[in-house]
């Protein structure tokens, strides 16, 4: 079977097709409220709505924190105990934001990472300060460089992603989400787009609060 260029949303798709065609069934929208176990097995998973769909082993793509405290019964987990989980150093968390211009930038590759004036000084505001800096560096995303049916033509389809302190640091996006992603419009207009903001016809963005609830 081909498949066209796109991402990963045509892994996706490509994935939930076989998944069809082997004769099983892709269910979506469907919050898990339990993981159930048996003999140290993932024997069931129980949805919001009241649902049980029994398995033979259960795979889990969610953060481990949340699976193994809140899905899974405390008696099961003899190894990831809730004081376990509570002194595991959590990741980093994203700012990403989407959007697509109307001019072309065919001088910026498909893949392009934009440092700032600091590094190691960067990550200890992340992962140690828990801060949110005023500087940051960030990875642009160009996929029409690779795929021009990704936006209309003449145009451009992009996505910035800046690393950013988890919700542990209590930053306050509902605050700093909109001057964050000014700023990070700013960055690449200095650098590799010039005339970004003017040239912008959508955009959206999340931050670590996409993460920690919707996903």
């Known amino acids: 079977m081909h498949w066209p260029l796109g991402g990963t949303g045509?892994?996706?798709?490509?994935?939930?097709?076989?998944?069809?065609?082997?004769?099983?069934?892709?269910?979506?929208?469907?919050?898990?409220?339990?993981?159930?176990?048996?003999?140290?097995?993932?024997?069931?998973?129980?949805?919001?709505?009241?649902?049980?769909?029994?398995?033979?082993?259960?795979?889990?793509?969610?953060?481990p924190s949340r699976v193994y405290r809140q899905l899974v019964a405390p008696q099961h987990r003899h190894k990831w105990t809730n004081r376990k989980i509570g002194g595991v150093?959590?990741?980093?968390?994203?700012?990403?934001?989407?959007?697509?211009?109307?001019?072309?930038?065919?001088?910026?590759?498909?893949?392009?990472?934009?440092?700032?004036p600091r590094y190691r000084?960067?990550?200890?505001?992340?992962?140690?300060?828990?801060?949110?800096?005023?500087?940051?560096?960030?990875?642009?995303?160009?996929?029409?460089?690779?795929?021009?049916?990704?936006?209309?033509?003449g145009c451009e389809a992009f996505y910035v992603l800046a690393p950013i302190p988890n919700d542990l640091s209590n930053v306050g996006w509902h605050a700093h989400h909109a001057s964050f992603k000014d700023a990070i419009y700013r960055r690449l207009e200095q650098t590799v787009l010039p005339g970004l903001r003017e040239h912008i016809v959508t955009d959206f963005a999340f931050d670590s609060r996409y993460f920690a609830g919707r996903l």
């Open 89 to 116: 150093v959590q990741s980093m968390s994203l700012f990403v934001a989407y959007f697509g211009t109307s001019k072309r930038y065919p001088a910026v590759k498909h893949h392009t990472i934009v440092l700032g």
């Open 10 to 63: 045509s892994i996706v798709r490509a994935m939930a097709q076989l998944v069809a065609d082997l004769g099983g069934q892709v269910v979506c929208n469907a919050n898990v409220a339990e993981i159930e176990v048996h003999q140290g097995q993932g024997a069931a998973v129980r949805t919001a709505d009241g649902q049980r769909r029994a398995c033979t082993a259960v795979v889990a793509n969610a953060d």
């Open 121 to 153: 000084e960067l990550l200890s505001d992340i992962f140690v300060r828990h801060r949110l800096a005023d500087d940051f560096s960030l990875y642009l995303h160009r996929p029409t460089a690779s795929d021009a049916s990704m936006a209309p033509p």
